[in-house]
């Protein structure tokens, strides 16, 4: 499993630098073009060796599932094979350069913490309702990750064009199907936040009872702005129109919110 960890971070790490490399001035578009397919080649590289490190760590009996670490592992993957389908689909290239190094975080994270958990005031994850509230929540890291990308890029890319430093290459997304981009992400995710909450919950009040809520008031309370941001992306824009920079924001809010929930577990850890 080591040899595959340090094999999946070189071509993390590979991958980030080929996103990271300037562009020569003018260059072609088809050439930038190549550029990105071939940091793409590298990142899918990373991925599948990543799936390879977690195939090992469930050999050796640390499922995905065996703790926050090993499913902040979980959620990396899903947001780098995410953002490669989705640049592949959506000619969205560069969402691969932002998401590249949260794939070799999650990775670390999970190799170094392994089957690390927490579970006081809770039991360990066995049961139905257990899985399936981490089965959701590492759905829904992973879909945040993405949806944050998007947005991150969004505002990057709006705030270029703004300086007049930036403008659409044939062929190419525009910053209008950027913002589609975003908005339909962030639809995708806010029922996985939403049943995640409502998984989280029940199976605390099921382990101990409604004063168990008491004793996890800030995963509760930053799970709920998350979940206030992303249904505020939706609700204002169906109701008042708002899309763009505003929603952008909110959803790397929402973003925010969700790592923080991890960190807590993590520090309790």
């Keep these: 499993m080591l040899v595959l960890f340090i094999l999946a971070s070189l071509a993390y790490g590979a991958a980030i630098f080929a996103y990271a490399l300037d562009p020569p001035a003018g260059e072609a578009h088809a050439n930038a073009m190549h550029r990105e397919t071939r940091a793409a080649i590298l990142l899918a590289i990373a991925a599948a060796l990543h799936v390879a490190c977690i195939g090992a760590q469930c050999v050796a009996g640390e499922h995905p599932f065996g703790s926050v670490f090993l499913a902040t592992s979980f959620g990396a993957l899903i947001a780098v094979v995410g953002a490669l389908v989705v640049g592949r689909i959506r000619r969205a290239g560069t969402l691969g350069a932002i998401v590249a190094p949260v794939g070799l975080l999650g990775l670390s994270i999970g190799v170094m913490f392994g089957a690390t958990g927490v579970h006081d005031p809770l039991p360990a994850p066995t049961g139905a309702l257990a899985k399936a509230h981490i089965g959701l929540a590492t759905a829904g890291l992973g879909g945040f990750t993405i949806a944050a990308g998007i947005a991150a890029l969004y505002l990057t890319m709006d705030r270029r064009l703004r300086l007049k430093r930036w403008k659409p290459q044939p062929g190419g997304l525009s910053l209008t199907g950027l913002e589609r981009l975003h908005y339909h992400a962030v639809m995708l995710v806010a029922p996985v936040l939403t049943l995640t909450i409502v998984t989280g919950v029940l199976w605390t009040v099921k382990s101990g009872g409604v004063a168990a809520i008491g004793g996890r008031w800030i995963e509760v309370l930053m799970a709920a702005a998350a979940w206030l941001c992303s249904a505020a992306i939706l609700v204002m824009r169906a109701t008042l129109g708002v899309r763009g920079r505003k929603s952008a924001l909110l959803t790397l ?17």
């Design 253 to 269: 809010a929402a973003f925010a919110c969700t790592l923080l929930v991890l960190v807590w577990y993590g520090v309790r850890a």
